[in-house]
T-cell receptor, first 112, second 117 residues
Framework: AQSVSQHNHHVILSEAASLELGCNYS??????LFWYVQYPGQHLQLLLK??????LVKGIKGFEAEFIKSKFSFNLRKPSVQWSDTAEYFC??????????FGSGTRLQVQP | GAGVSQSPSNKVTEKGKDVELRCDPI?????LYWYRQSLGQGLEFLIY????????KSGLPSDRFSAERTGGSVSTLTIQRTQQEDSAVYLC???????????????FGPGTRLTVL
């Protein structure tokens, strides 16, 4: 069965620092990839998605992610984080077989 | 338009009682999903409905869990004889009709926080 690994469980950064959150999945076939974000007290919402084409995907709020097929990775990046980016971030994989498979999440805390 | 709604937002129940959680998907979305999010964990898939097809129940943790979707819209997740380990946030999501096997993004509701005492 497919799985998704997010190795960073809790990340603490200062404002303006650069961010990279790791996401690796285990599935050999075609995948669709997602990053979701959950701000404190809010719904899960889509940050960005990759279906096909350019492996560098840009999402909302200055986030981007790069799909590297050979590494089974879809890391999330942001050049300069803000306090408002404090949230929990979930990577998810869709293999077309059923619902999304989510990673365990990374809690990001940005200190002003 | 309106997003996915869930009710109740919070539910506290005693061990052994049955509970029903409701999900109203976005109008026109044919796919509906239930997930469970336990403290410090990711989202655990429970069940998936796609149109009129038989639901994928492969994620249900035990036979105490069941779900139905009436008229291709509203869904109810029922947990019978609740246990303390059932305490979690139950999330519902919906997505538009899939095309050629490619799925669209899922839109999530606010969740129902279930506490079993």
């Amino acid at each position: 069965a497919q799985s998704v690994s997010q190795h960073n469980h809790h990340v603490i950064l200062s404002e303006a620092a650069s961010l990279e959150l790791g996401c690796n999945y285990s599935y050999g076939g075609t995948v669709n990839l997602f990053w979701y974000v959950q701000y404190p007290g809010q719904h899960l919402q889509l940050l960005l998605k990759y279906f096909s084409g350019d492996p560098l995907v840009k999402g909302i709020k200055g986030f981007e992610a790069e799909f590297i097929k050979s590494k089974f990775s879809f890391n999330l990046r942001k050049p300069s984080v803000q306090w408002s980016d404090t949230a929990e971030y979930f990577c998810a994989v869709d293999t077309g077989r059923r619902a999304l498979t989510f990673g365990s999440g990374t809690r990001l805390q940005v200190q002003p | 338009g309106a997003g996915v709604s869930q009710s109740p937002s919070n539910k506290v129940t005693e061990k052994g009682k049955d509970v029903e959680l409701r999900c109203d998907p976005i109008s026109g979305h044919t796919a509906l999903y239930w997930y469970r999010q336990s403290l410090g964990q990711g989202l655990e898939f429970l069940i998936y409905f796609q149109g009129n097809s038989a639901p994928d129940k492969s994620g249900l943790p035990s036979d105490r869990f069941s779900a139905e979707r009436t008229g291709g819209s509203v869904s109810t997740l029922t947990i019978q004889r609740t246990q303390q380990e059932d305490s979690a946030v139950y999330l519902c999501a919906s997505s538009p009709r899939t095309s050629g096997g490619i799925r669209n993004e899922q839109f999530f509701g606010p969740g129902t926080r279930l506490t079993v005492l």
